[in-house]
């Protein structure tokens, strides 16, 4: 089968990488025992770039072959009782898979110098989270989500649950470190170029754009997805760092009439762009924390324009009557792919931006805990 496949891996969402597309394209070949015949499935869970490709396992043998202009991290499963899935990265060349259906997380991969490096520092991530992962009471959620349970111990558990949630962090700021050492020594490494992309809010914009600098001078790269999003997520930031005048813009309200930013900011005295969407859940819990800042501070000058990255009418609507939105809403229903949220660098949600009466940016991702404070420093 011929067929282009990229695909993301969750357990490499911080550091998989891209490679430089080749004429020979991939084949990627592998033998599971335990099982076999069935379907080998290979995708890469994206949103913006769905793809997936499946393959017959005759024997316990599979093959799957194709190009790959902007290789990824990608997973690979077999459609049967078993759920385990494998990780790795899919680059143009033999890559070869040797493992077992019921530890297919575990299966071997060899193949390209690149893949071997993401195959390696993948396991040294799973290490380190294993080695730093938190253990749960028993009755530790269950405690934690029953509104009756007794103070004394849901005190106990939530205080077990930030340590928990502290752990995990600290986990993921030691696996990020790995891949930044891979990146400084590796500085064109398709690898690295996927690293930066997947974490490009992390780096200071002065240094993301002499990264972006170098990278589009790379022959190798040409082509490359994930070099083409940090160089348009530079050209986009300059435009919209705090004490620049916000890009104006204009979507479509939920009763279908256009609506322009200009036309709600220079109305009041500062006003929040909320980057949301119904199905984030995130977003969903921090609503009616929203609500309640919304109703204290609207009178004294503040407003919200919400932008959803929503792709369904029916569900952005209900959201909103559901959580009791009664602030400014608009939409073009393309999901992540919504021209606002593509215009301010939105890849994560929820997210904001703070503009004054002037059009000046005040401030730009301000977190939950800090955003009331922030908020009520900037009306006095």
Not at 100 to 107: E, Q, T, W
């Amino acid at each position: 089968m011929k067929k282009t496949v990229i695909a993301i891996s969750s357990a490499l969402i911080m550091a998989a990488a891209a490679c430089t597309s080749s004429p020979a394209g991939y084949v990627v070949k592998g033998t599971i025992t335990g099982i076999d015949h069935g379907k080998v499935i290979l995708t890469n869970e994206s949103q913006l770039y769905p793809i997936s490709d499946t393959a017959e396992l005759e024997n316990g043998k599979f093959t799957f072959t194709g190009t790959i202009a902007s290789p990824e991290a990608f997973l690979l499963y077999v459609d049967s009782e078993e759920n385990g899935t494998l990780n790795f990265f899919l680059v143009n060349g033999v890559i070869t898979v040797e493992g077992d259906i019921a530890a297919l997380s575990d299966a071997t991969v060899t193949g390209p110098q690149v893949v071997m490096d993401a195959y390696k520092l993948s396991k040294q991530d799973d290490s380190l989270l294993t080695a730093m992962r938190p253990s749960y009471p028993p009755d530790f959620f269950d405690v934690l989500e029953d509104p009756h349970a007794p103070a004394g111990l849901k005190a106990e558990r939530q205080a077990e649950y930030d340590k928990a949630i502290a752990q995990i962090l600290a986990a993921g700021v030691e696996a990020r470190k790995l891949y930044e050492a891979y990146a400084r020594e590796n500085p064109y490494s398709p690898l690295t170029v996927w690293f930066i992309a997947n974490s490009i809010t992390k780096y200071p914009f002065d240094e993301l754009a002499a990264i972006a600098d170098s990278l589009k001078q790379q022959p190798a790269l040409q082509g490359n997805r994930y070099v083409d999003r940090i160089v348009e997520y530079v050209a986009n930031a300059q435009g919209i760092e705090p004490g620049k005048i916000v890009p104006d813009f204009t979507q479509t309200a939920p009763d279908g009439t256009p609506l322009s930013f200009s036309s709600v900011y220079k109305k009041n005295k500062l006003t929040m762009i909320d980057f949301w969407a119904s199905w984030c859940g995130p977003c969903r819990r921090f609503n009616p924390a929203l609500v309640k800042i919304y109703n204290q501070y609207h009178p004294k000058g503040f407003e919200i324009v919400a932008v959803s990255c929503d792709k369904e009418k029916d569900e952005w609507l209900k959201a909103i009557a559901s959580d009791k939105l009664t602030w400014f809403h608009v939409s073009d229903l393309k999901g992540w792919n919504n021209a606002v949220a593509k215009q301010f660098n939105i890849l994560s949600i929820p997210q904001n931006v703070f503009v004054n009466a002037n059009g000046v940016i005040v401030g730009k991702k301000i977190g939950e805990d800090a955003l009331e404070n922030f908020i009520k420093e900037q009306l006095n």
